[in-house]
């Protein structure tokens, strides 16, 4: 069955310095996105990506964030300067097309550590 | 605005017994509802959804999940546990016209021998 797979699984990194977090979404998927999930808590909504654009954007994901499909298979979510609360896990998803009721499909996420 | 209510943070059921975890959402119109597991170490694998017509829905590994509209609830079943059934389950909610998920706080479930 198709993956979605997400690289690193674990990323460290020193307070202040970019990271970016790649994913290879479900090859005939067109609909991606970004969810973390911080230590103890619920899976959080980042931002959806349709069509080479930002579909629809959390509070959280502020001028720090960014992404992109930087070619046909990579989809990369990056943090400009990161801090010590954007420690937590990372999740991609991608979804086919049939409309948002069709199930998105996560990877097994890439556990980022701000020290 | 959209919630999702896991109200069990653990629960512990002995291996055989029957299982359910509660699910309870707040939304105006009828949503796209979804329970994933996530085993340690491991992402989210979608379980079942439901988003219309018939509402016990069956998934993956003899889980199913019965949406009450009544109730705002989608809890979901198994007659039989399995000590490889622990994990962490989570209850998703989306809805038209947007695109993201809302998830549940999860409910750790530990299976006794």
């Known amino acids: 069955e198709p993956e979605v797979t997400q690289t690193p699984s674990h990323q460290v990194t020193q307070m202040g310095q970019e990271v970016i977090l790649r994913c290879v979404p479900i090859?005939?998927?067109?609909?991606f996105y970004w969810y973390r999930q911080i230590l103890g808590q619920k899976v959080e909504f980042l931002v959806s990506f349709y069509n080479n654009e930002i579909s629809e954007k959390s509070e959280i994901f502020d001028d720090q964030f960014s992404v992109e499909r930087p070619d046909g298979s990579n989809f990369t979510l990056k943090i400009r300067s990161t801090k010590l609360e954007d420690s937590a896990m990372y999740f991609c998803?991608?979804?086919?097309?049939?409309?948002?009721?069709?199930?998105?499909?996560f990877g097994d996420g890439t556990r980022l550590s701000i020290l | 605005a959209q919630s999702v209510t896991q109200p069990d943070i653990h629960i512990t059921v002995s291996e055989g017994a029957s299982l359910e975890l509660r699910c309870n959402y707040s939304?105006?119109?009828?949503?796209?509802l979804f329970w994933y597991v996530q085993s340690p170490g491991q992402g989210l694998q979608l379980l079942l959804k439901y988003f219309s017509g018939d509402t016990l829905v069956q998934g993956i590994k003899g889980f199913e999940a019965e949406f009450k509209r009544s109730q705002s609830s989608f809890n979901l079943r198994k007659p039989s546990v399995h000590w490889s059934d622990a994990a962490e389950y989570f209850c998703a909610v989306g809805a038209r016209g947007t695109d993201k998920l809302i998830f549940g706080t999860g409910t750790r479930l530990q299976v006794f021998p």
């Open positions: 939304y105006g119109a009828t949503p796209y």
């Open positions: 998803a991608s979804r086919g097309t049939g409309g948002t009721s069709q199930p998105q499909h």
């Open positions: 090859s005939n998927h067109l609909y």
